[in-house]
């Protein structure tokens, strides 16, 4: 009998991070609730096929149909830390100290430092806790027992419960600073590129934000506010900063789609439909008109959340 000859097998394999819904605390300033959720999504490995949505739009139609398609790993609440609360409604923090009596300077830094890394637990928190937990249920995720279980998108660092986008990463990241978006115009942008932890004053108009919004990877915005990254930089919210690329199911032709809006279900469905299709552009605003059309070069279709 004769002797089979050797053979050699390629063999590779490859993992994926976890597709995540993090439900933002809406609020009265509910588009910085959704900026905070995205600076805290930004950092997470995985970052570029999650999405952010506002407490109270997870309930629309449109949106219920489109979250059914995205099938998410994991649907958790964004709690922010007492630090984040009070950048968005300055005062909190002073007005807890002035509820403490602390006659000691050193005990109070020590106190403040302390209450400012701790989550914080109001109202709005439990509501999205609340509309997390309905939404996993409906779309039966978080329930398989061999799967590690993500219950929140806590802002400490020291969170491990997911892969940190920065241990994995091989170039410079850089975002949008989390204090220039405070308008539904650059949070149009900043969800296509990611938030960064950085402070930068300065003015953006409107039509600004607009313009790199529509023009997503292309537009020169992202390296003015980080002149000094280099030109091998990406995006935190690019597919490349975490050594991923995108899956596509079957042949789809190109095509633009831009959602027309200002509420947060605007917002919602604009991140969940950028997940399901080749561009997908949200323009906010009164600036909106015929004369945004030649930012598309592509076909485009209109897809209004109302």
């Not at 009998?1 to 394999?13: A, G, K, R, V």
């Not at 302390?114 to 999205?128: G, I």
């Not at 292309?218 to 280099?230: K, N, R, T, W, Y």
């Amino acid at each position: 009998m004769s002797e089979q000859p050797l053979t050699f097998l390629p063999l590779s394999y490859a993992a994926r991070p976890p597709r995540l819904v993090v439900v933002a605390p809406q609020g009265d300033d509910w588009v910085r609730w959704a900026a905070a959720a995205l600076a805290r999504l930004s950092k997470v490995w995985g970052c570029s096929g999650s999405v952010v949505l506002p407490a109270e739009a997870i309930e629309h139609p449109a949106l219920q149909r489109c979250l059914a398609r995205l099938q998410s790993d994991h649907v958790v609440p964004y709690v922010p830390s007492w630090d984040t609360a009070d950048e968005i409604t300055p005062g909190l923090i002073e007005g807890l100290l002035a509820r403490h009596v602390i006659p000691d300077e050193a005990a109070r830094e020590e106190f403040e430092r302390s209450v400012r890394k701790e989550s914080w637990n109001a109202p709005v928190v439990a509501e999205a806790e609340a509309a997390a937990t309905a939404l996993r249920s409906r779309l039966a995720v978080n329930q398989r027992e061999d799967f590690l279980h993500v219950h929140h998108l806590f802002d400490a660092d020291d969170d491990h419960s997911l892969t940190p986008l920065a241990s994995v990463a091989t170039a410079p990241l850089i975002g949008v600073p989390k204090s220039l978006v405070t308008t539904a115009a650059s949070l149009a942008y900043a969800m296509h590129v990611g938030v960064q932890e950085t402070l930068l004053e300065g003015l953006v108009e409107s039509r600004q934000w607009l313009e790199a919004a529509a023009r997503r990877d292309e537009s020169p915005l992202l390296g003015d506010f980080h002149p000094a990254a280099g030109p091998d930089a990406l995006a935190m919210m690019s597919h490349q900063a975490g050594l991923c690329v995108q899956v596509r199911r079957g042949y789809q032709p190109a095509q633009a789609t831009m959602v027309l809006g200002d509420r947060p279900e605007d917002f919602a469905l604009a991140q969940v439909l950028r997940q399901l299709h080749d561009s997908v552009v949200w323009l906010p605003g009164d600036e909106v008109s015929l004369a945004s059309f030649w930012l598309f070069d592509r076909g485009h279709r209109i897809v209004p959340s109302r």
